[in-house]
C-alpha cells in the first residue's frame, strides 16, 4: 500500500516542510522511497512464500506432501488468472474508492486478499506446539546466525542438495523468460510496423508499443489458463511417491502433546469402512488409478519439463507471428506448471520422511534413514532438515540465478539490442534461447536427483556386495 501510495506520501509529508511537489528534489526522494518499498515487497514476498511452504510441509504427512504442493500451486495460478484479467478491466471506475491510478487499486486488492487468506490459515490450521521440542542450538546474535546457515548449506540432506542444484541452473533460464517474454511478443507485433516505417516520431514508436504490450499481456493470460489446466490435470496422471500408512483404530495424540503426531495427519479416529466410502469417492479413485502412468515419476515429468522448456525456447527460430508466439507461450505452461510443483513437492516430501521417521512415524529403510531415526545424521543434529531452514536456502537456490541471468542478458542486449524503433531487433529471442541452453544443464542435474525407489535399490545392492 506503502508503494502504491509513495507519490503522495512523499509528496505529502515534504510538502509539511514547504517543499514544491513538482521540484527535481521531490521527485527524485519519491523514487527513492519506491525503490526502497520495492526490497521491503521482495523481502516480505520471500518470507511469506517460505513461510506457506514451511506451513504445508509441518500441517500435512509424508504421503499427502505431493497433494499439498498440487493444492498450492493450483490457487496460485488461480490469483494468476485473476490477476491478468484485473489488468485489462478498468479498476479505478469499477473500485473508484481504492484509488484513482490501476496500480492503486491492484495493490489495495493483494493486501486486503493476502491479510484476509493468511488470517485464515493462520486461525483454523494447527501446527505442532514448538515448545515442547528440543530448540536448535545456533547460538545467539546475527554473526552466529550466519555461521548456523553456513553450516546448514554443507549439511544439507543429499537429496534436497540435489534437487538445489537443479534449481539453481532451471531459474537462471526462467527469469529471462518471465522478465522478458511480454517483450518478446511485443517485438514480434512491431516488427512489421518497423519495417513499413522506420522513421516513426517517439509518439508514434510509444503508441506502436503500447498495442504490443496489451499483446504481449494477453499471452500471459493464455499462458496462466494452461498452467492452471495442467496443475489441475498432471498430479492426477503422476503417481504419488509415497502411499498413505495404515491408520490405526484410535487417535494416540492430540495437537498439544510432545511431538504432535495426531496433527501431522498420521492418525484418524476411525478407520472409514467401505460401507461409508461414497460411490463418488470410489468412482473418483477408480478413475484416478485408470488414468495414472506408472512409469511417469515426479523426477522424470521434472526432467521432461526442463526438455520441453528448452525445446520451446529454441523454437523462437520459427516464430514470426504473434499467434504462434502465444502458442509457444500456452506450451510453456505445462513445464512452468511442473516447476512450481515438483522441486517443492520433492523437497517437502524429503524434510516430512526425515522428520516422520525420527518421530518413529515411518520405519527407516535406507541406511541414511536408520542414522536419521537414530539421531546420528548430521543433517540433523546441524538443524539442516528444518522445513524453515531448507526452504530458506531453496529460495536462495531460485533467487540467486535473478543476478547470473541479468548479467548475462545485459551482455547481450548490449551486443544485439537495436535502437527503439528499429526493425530486426531479436536480442530478446537469444535472451531465451540462452535460458534454454541453462534448462538442458537443469535436465541434466535431475538424473542425479534420486527416486525413493532407487534409494532401496541402491541399498539391496550394498547388502547383497556385503553377504
Not at 32 to 60: E, G
Not at 327 to 347: D, H, R, Y
Not at 435 to 454: F, P, S, Y
Request: neutral net charge; contains cysteine.
Amino acid at each position: 500500500m506503502v508503494l502504491a501510495w509513495t507519490k503522495e506520501v512523499v509528496g505529502g509529508f515534504l510538502g509539511i516542510f514547504g517543499a514544491d511537489r513538482e521540484s527535481q528534489s521531490v521527485k527524485t526522494c519519491i523514487i527513492l522511497w519506491a525503490v526502497l518499498f520495492v526490497y521491503v515487497l521482495d523481502f516480505s514476498i520471500n518470507v511469506i512464500q517460505a513461510a506457506t511452504r514451511a506451513y504445508a510441509v509441518d500441517c500435512a504427512p509424508t504421503h499427502q506432501q505431493e497433494a499439498a504442493n498440487a493444492w498450492i500451486m493450483r490457487a496460485s495460478g488461480i490469483g494468476n488468472i485473476i490477476g491478468y484479467i484485473s489488468g485489462y478491466l478498468n479498476l479505478p471506475k469499477i473500485l473508484p474508492w481504492l484509488g484513482n491510478s490501476q496500480f492503486k487499486v491492484l495493490c489495495a486488492i493483494a493486501s486486503f486478499t493476502l491479510a484476509a487468506t493468511v488470517a485464515i490459515s493462520c486461525s483454523t490450521v494447527p501446527e505442532r506446539d514448538p515448545s515442547h521440542e528440543d530448540a536448535p542450538d545456533g547460538g545467539e546474535g546475527i554473526i552466529a546466525f550466519f555461521k548456523s546457515l553456513f553450516r546448514s548449506v554443507r549439511k544439507l540432506p543429499p537429496q534436497i542438495r540435489r534437487v538445489c542444484e537443479v534449481q539453481f541452473f532451471a531459474w537462471i533460464g526462467w527469469f529471462p523468460f518471465l522478465f522478458y517474454i511480454t517483450t518478446y511478443i511485443g517485438e514480434i507485433y512491431v516488427e512489421p510496423f518497423f519495417e513499413e516505417n522506420p522513421n516513426m516520431t517517439p509518439a508514434e514508436v510509444d503508441a506502436t508499443w503500447e498495442k504490443a504490450t496489451r499483446v504481449g499481456t494477453f499471452a500471459l493470460l493464455i499462458f496462466a489458463l494452461t498452467t492452471f489446466t495442467s496443475s489441475v490435470f498432471l498430479p492426477f496422471i503422476i503417481p504419488p511417491t509415497f502411499k498413505p500408512p495404515p491408520p490405526p483404530s484410535t487417535t494416540p495424540l492430540t495437537p498439544t502433546t510432545p511431538g504432535s503426531l495426531s496433527a501431522s495427519g498420521y492418525f484418524t479416529s476411525k478407520k472409514p469402512s467401505p460401507a461409508h466410502v461414497s460411490l463418488f469417492i470410489r468412482i473418483c479413485s477408480a478413475l484416478t488409478s485408470a488414468i495414472q502412468i506408472p512409469s511417469l515419476t515426479l523426477r522424470r515429468a521434472w526432467l521432461l519439463s526442463h526438455l520441453m522448456f528448452a525445446a520451446c525456447m529454441w523454437l523462437t527460430f520459427l516464430v514470426h507471428s504473434t499467434t504462434a508466439g502465444t502458442i509457444l507461450v500456452a506450451l510453456i505452461g505445462v513445464p512452468w506448471a511442473l516447476t512450481c510443483w515438483a522441486p517443492f513437492a520433492l523437497i517437502s516430501s524429503e524434510i516430512s520422511k526425515r522428520d516422520a521417521i525420527r518421530r518413529g512415524l515411518l520405519r527407516p529403510g535406507t541406511r541414511e534413514a536408520a542414522l536419521v531415526a537414530a539421531g546420528e545424521d548430521e543433517a540433523g543434529a546441524e538443524g539442516a532438515d528444518q522445513a524453515g531452514v531448507v526452504l530458506g536456502i531453496h529460495n536462495v537456490a531460485i533467487a540467486a540465478p535473478q543476478v547470473i541471468a541479468t548479467l548475462v542478458s545485459s551482455a547481450i542486449f548490449r551486443v544485439l539490442q537495436k535502437p527503439r524503433g528499429a526493425p530486426g531487433d531479436n536480442s530478446v529471442a537469444w535472451v531465451l534461447r540462452f535460458g534454454g541452453c541453462c534448462a538442458v544443464v537443469a535436465a541434466w542435474l535431475t538424473l542425479r536427483v534420486k527416486e525413493e525407489k532407487e534409494m532401496l535399490e541402491d541399498v539391496e545392492r550394498v547388502d547383497r556386495r556385503l553377504d
